[in-house]
């Protein structure tokens, strides 16, 4: 199969952390005789500094052209404290996101059995929590319009819209991920205050008849927030909407230990595209201390969702639980034992995937 990817490797640590994924990916090219073509395109930060864009048009093209896109991180800290900075690094994200349709998010939350010393609960809650939560992308309040000030600057305002083909759309791809999975979904939102969580809930009332094999329950969006730390193994499929999914995720992403750990693939109308969860990380750019884990596990959701290849995506995931189980990790996870920098866990992992060659 001839896989053409897109790589936007971003601001901060992307492109050190992308340089591992990409050694990994053609490890896995050359074990199970794939051929791969990679297409570099700028976005966010450097893409202000270069073009005065975070999202231009050719590297819009360049996503459209492609089969798949890798994107490591955006983000610079002389944004994050001028609130009224003209052209931010975050909007090339969202533009990205909306003109690509990727309106599904999805994210893994696992455990990997030999950190889970790291996580800030108590290991008996955390062992064996294996859920997905899926956050819908492409609209609510980071899209709704109008949003923005008043004329003497003293009153500003966001609006929450979704229409039922947004919210339908979603949920029948949450069904989709309960089906294949542990058959229950849970529908997070705040449908006791808010009316886009109360068509949310109607909607999902009007489909779980469809889909009788899947338990369908509800929660509101605090209580699902305790719900995730008390009681991690009670989750399957969780779906929600885009505010509420990327406040929650980041709360779950770090029961596994760190949140260098977790990849996400988002899905929709035209090319699918893989992330880590975690951001640009501007402290450490360019000192080859970062884990990669988080981009090279988005590389296996790559081959998996956008390509069907299974196999390959499991050969880079047991590649890393290999990794992990012989101690190869980076500073955050090492404590006072040995770190590895960030291309030496990306060697690690793409020799031992090349061993297993046959
Ligand atoms: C995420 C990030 C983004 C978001 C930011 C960088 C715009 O936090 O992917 O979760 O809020 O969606
Ligand atoms: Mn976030």
């Given at each position: 199969?001839?896989?053409?990817?897109?790589?936007?490797?971003?601001?901060?640590?992307?492109?050190?952390?992308?340089?591992?994924?990409?050694?990994?990916?053609?490890?896995?090219?050359k074990?199970?005789?794939?051929?791969?073509?990679?297409?570099?395109?700028?976005?966010?930060?450097?893409?202000?500094?270069?073009?005065?864009?975070?999202?231009?048009?050719?590297?819009?093209?360049?996503?459209?052209?492609?089969?798949?896109?890798?994107?490591?991180?955006?983000?610079?800290?002389?944004?994050?404290?001028?609130?009224n900075?003209?052209?931010?690094?975050?909007?090339?994200?969202?533009?990205?996101?909306?003109?690509?349709?990727?309106?599904?998010?999805?994210?893994?939350?696992?455990?990997?059995?030999?950190?889970?010393?790291?996580?800030?609960?108590?290991?008996?809650?955390?062992?064996?929590?294996?859920?997905?939560?899926?956050?819908?992308?492409?609209?609510?309040?980071?899209?709704?319009?109008?949003?923005?000030?008043?004329?003497?600057?003293?009153?500003?305002?966001?609006?929450?819209?979704?229409t039922?083909?947004?919210?339908?759309?979603?949920?029948?791809?949450?069904?989709?991920?309960?089906?294949?999975?542990?058959?229950?979904?849970?529908?997070v939102?705040?449908?006791?205050?808010i009316?886009?969580?109360?068509?949310?809930?109607?909607?999902?009332?009007?489909?779980?008849?469809?889909?009788?094999?899947?338990?369908?329950?509800?929660?509101?969006?605090?209580?699902?927030a305790?719900?995730?730390?008390?009681?991690?193994?009670?989750?399957?499929?969780?779906?929600?909407?885009?505010?509420?999914?990327?406040?929650?995720?980041?709360?779950?992403?770090v029961?596994?230990?760190?949140?260098?750990?977790?990849?996400?693939?988002?899905?929709?109308?035209h090319?699918?595209?893989?992330?880590?969860?975690?951001?640009?990380?501007p402290?450490?750019a360019?000192?080859?201390?970062?884990?990669?884990?988080?981009?090279?596990?988005?590389?296996?959701?790559?081959?998996?969702?956008?390509?069907?290849?299974h196999?390959?995506?499991?050969?880079?995931?047991q590649?890393?639980?290999?990794?992990?189980?012989?101690?190869?990790?980076?500073e955050?996870?090492?404590?006072?034992?040995?770190a590895?920098?960030?291309s030496?866990?990306?060697?690690?992992?793409?020799?031992?995937?090349?061993?297993?060659?046959k």
């Amino acid at each position: 199969m001839n896989l053409k990817i897109a790589v936007l490797a971003g601001d901060g640590i992307g492109p050190e952390i992308m340089d591992q994924a990409l050694k990994v990916t053609r490890a896995v090219c050359k074990r199970f005789n794939h051929e791969a073509t990679f297409t570099e395109a700028i976005t966010g930060a450097c893409a202000i500094d270069a073009v005065g864009d975070p999202y231009p048009p050719e590297t819009h093209q360049v996503c459209m052209a492609a089969d798949a896109v890798l994107f490591g991180a955006i983000g610079h800290p002389k944004y994050d404290n001028n609130p009224n900075a003209p052209i931010r690094p975050e909007q090339g994200l969202l533009r990205m996101r909306k003109q690509l349709g990727l309106y599904g998010n999805i994210r893994p939350v696992m455990t990997f059995p030999s950190l889970i010393h790291k996580s800030p609960l108590r290991a008996d809650l955390v062992e064996g929590a294996d859920f997905v939560c899926i956050r819908e992308l492409t609209g609510g309040m980071y899209f709704g319009r109008p949003q923005g000030r008043s004329e003497d600057g003293n009153t500003a305002y966001d609006t929450c819209v979704y229409t039922r083909e947004e919210i339908e759309r979603i949920l029948h791809l949450a069904y989709r991920f309960a089906r294949q999975r542990r058959k229950k979904l849970t529908v997070v939102d705040k449908a006791n205050v808010i009316a886009t969580s109360r068509l949310w809930r109607q909607i999902a009332q009007e489909m779980a008849p469809q889909y009788p094999d899947i338990e369908t329950d509800y929660l509101f969006v605090d209580n699902a927030a305790m719900r995730i730390i008390q009681w991690p193994r009670s989750f399957d499929v969780l779906v929600t909407e885009n505010l509420f999914g990327d406040i929650l995720t980041d709360e779950a992403s770090v029961i596994t230990g760190s949140l260098g750990m977790l990849p996400s693939a988002s899905i929709g109308i035209h090319t699918s595209l893989f992330e880590p969860i975690h951001g640009s990380y501007p402290q450490a750019a360019g000192k080859n201390i970062a884990n990669p884990v988080a981009m090279i596990l988005s590389a296996a959701l790559m081959f998996e969702y956008a390509f069907n290849l299974h196999e390959e995506g499991a050969a880079i995931r047991q590649a890393v639980n290999a990794s992990l189980e012989a101690g190869i990790v980076t500073e955050e996870i090492a404590e006072g034992g040995k770190a590895y920098t960030t291309s030496e866990v990306g060697d690690w992992v793409s020799e031992y995937i090349d061993s297993k060659k046959k």
